[in-house]
Nanobody, 126 residues
Framework: QVTLVESGGGLVQPGGSLRLSCASSGRTFSRITMGWFRQALGKEREFVSYITASGARTDYADSVKGRFTISRDNAKNTVWLQMNSLKSEDTAVYYC???????????????????WGQGTQVTVSS
């Protein structure tokens, strides 16, 4: 059973940067596609980014393209989300998630992810 623990959130000024980490337990991390989602207060959870098991393929929501970068190290069972040029609208709880091995290829939707971390708060404010 995979468990996920996020860290790295906090308060940052507009234009600043944060790096979120997601550490995974379990022996199957290297086989699992990973994603980052976020949920702002009063809004639906939304896709942010994903990375395939090998790290060969990534994708991003249009709202974060060019500002966020997802990466992983399977030897460390960790996936990261580097967030640059942060905006107030990036304020949300950020979750990492493990994609169901039986789901279709591609980033999918939140329903395709069956293991979630507890979330880490990111607040962008001056």
């Amino acid at each position: 059973q995979v468990t996920l623990v996020e860290s790295g959130g906090g308060l940052v000024q507009p234009g600043g940067s944060l790096r979120l980490s997601c550490a995974s337990s379990g022996r199957t991390f290297s086989r699992i596609t990973m994603g980052w989602f976020r949920q702002a207060l009063g809004k639906e959870r939304e896709f942010v980014s994903y990375i395939t098991a090998s790290g060969a393929r990534t994708d991003y929501a249009d709202s974060v393209k060019g500002r966020f970068t997802i990466s992983r190290d399977n030897a460390k069972n960790t996936v990261w989300l580097q967030m640059n040029s942060l905006k107030s609208e990036d304020t949300a709880v950020y979750y990492c998630a493990a994609k169901n091995l039986l789901s279709d290829i591609g980033p999918g939707t939140a329903d395709d992810y069956n293991v979630w971390g507890q979330g880490t708060q990111v607040t962008v404010s001056s």
